[in-house]
């Protein structure tokens, strides 16, 4: 019996190591669990590997970077539906403090604006000044403030440090922010 | 011993299944179900991925008034065909047209509504 433990926990890892890069792929829409293998227009769709495959990689989400893919000239998406309108780029950041034991988030208009008018988040969803928006990360994961986009369309929430990025030593050493909320 | 083997081969078992029994859609796929299989037809599936490489988020949750809440816009066929909402690019000209049913109406039948798919996590997804 002995010989043979090396060779199963060999191919043990082997068969793991296979599964998590199969995991790791696109599923194709006939095997997402959403859509009906059976309809008749099925292979007109566009299948997310194509589509996602040549885009800038992220190890979260969707497996795009889609700031750098849009940075990057990989995409270009339009801004108005007819007419291109030129975009309002607000290049100002905004710290969050109140983070308890996290670090602090500093928060870049710029990728947003990149993507996105002001209209989209002010001031339906965030008003604009600084400490009058209640931000938690219960709401958050409720689905509202960030959580809007985070963890549905835009990177998900396990991806605590692209928010909670900034060091309170960092700040409290000088660092350059364009605003500061406690939250 | 042969508890380890049994141990392993329970291991290769699971790492082969792996990829079957945990399929997923893609992350930010929208099903929309509100009224489709109430009216008849399969739930609409969105592929959310798709169409922001090609138009960014204002066109649609600002320009087309589409909210950012699976479900809830009151999108509707009349509003569509009178090219409200989808209709503003699926008419036949920018994108296919409405009456090719079977490409927004592509879901596996009781799909409830939400933002579904996901590396890493599941998010918020029910909205």
């Given at each position: ?89 607000l290049?100002s950041t905004v710290l969050m403090k109140n983070t308890q034991?996290l670090p602090y988030v500093l928060f870049p208009h710029?990728?947003h ?5 002001c209209?989209?988040c002010h001031e339906s969803i965030f008003i604009s000044q600084i400490d009058a928006n209640p931000i938690n990360m219960g709401r958050i994961?409720?689905?509202e403030y960030c959580g ?15 928010c909670h990025n900034t060091?309170s030593?960092?700040i409290s050493?000088?660092g350059?922010v364009g605003e500061e909320g406690s939250q | ?127």
């Amino acid at each position: 019996m002995k010989p043979y433990r090396p060779i199963l926990l060999s191919v043990a890892l082997l068969a793991i190591a296979t599964a998590s890069l199969s995991a790791g792929k696109w599923q194709s829409l006939k095997n997402d669990g959403l859509h009906d293998p059976s309809n008749p227009s099925i292979d007109v769709l566009q299948e997310p590997s194509e589509a996602l495959g040549v885009l800038q990689p992220d190890p979260a989400g969707n497996k795009v970077d889609w700031v750098q893919s849009l940075e990057l000239g990989y995409i270009e998406p339009r801004r108005g539906l007819r007419d291109e309108e030129a975009p309002e780029i607000l290049d100002s950041t905004v710290l969050m403090k109140n983070t308890q034991e996290l670090p602090y988030v500093l928060f870049p208009h710029k990728p947003h604006t990149q993507w996105m008018s002001c209209e989209a988040c002010h001031e339906s969803i965030f008003i604009s000044q600084i400490d009058a928006n209640p931000i938690n990360m219960g709401r958050i994961l409720d689905g509202e403030y960030c959580g809007l986009c985070h963890g549905a369309v835009s990177f998900p929430l396990t991806e605590c440090n692209r928010c909670h990025n900034t060091d309170s030593a960092a700040i409290s050493a000088g660092g350059a922010v364009g605003e500061e909320g406690s939250q | 011993m042969k508890c380890r083997q049994r141990g392993a081969l329970a291991a290769i078992t699971f790492a082969c299944l792996v990829p079957f029994v945990f399929a997923w859609a893609e992350y930010a796929d929208v099903t929309i179900n509100t009224r489709s299989e109430l009216e008849g037809v399969a739930p609409v599936i969105f592929p959310h991925w798709f169409h922001r490489i090609r138009y960014q988020c204002s066109v649609c949750h600002v320009d087309l008034g589409i909210r950012m809440r699976a479900g809830t816009t009151g999108i509707t066929m009349e509003k569509l065909i009178d090219g409200q909402y989808c209709g503003a690019c699926h008419d036949g000209d920018t994108a296919w047209s409405a009456d090719n049913c079977d490409l927004c109406h592509s879901g596996r039948p009781g799909l409830e509504t939400g933002i579904k798919g996901g590396h890493e996590t599941t998010g918020p997804g029910i909205y």
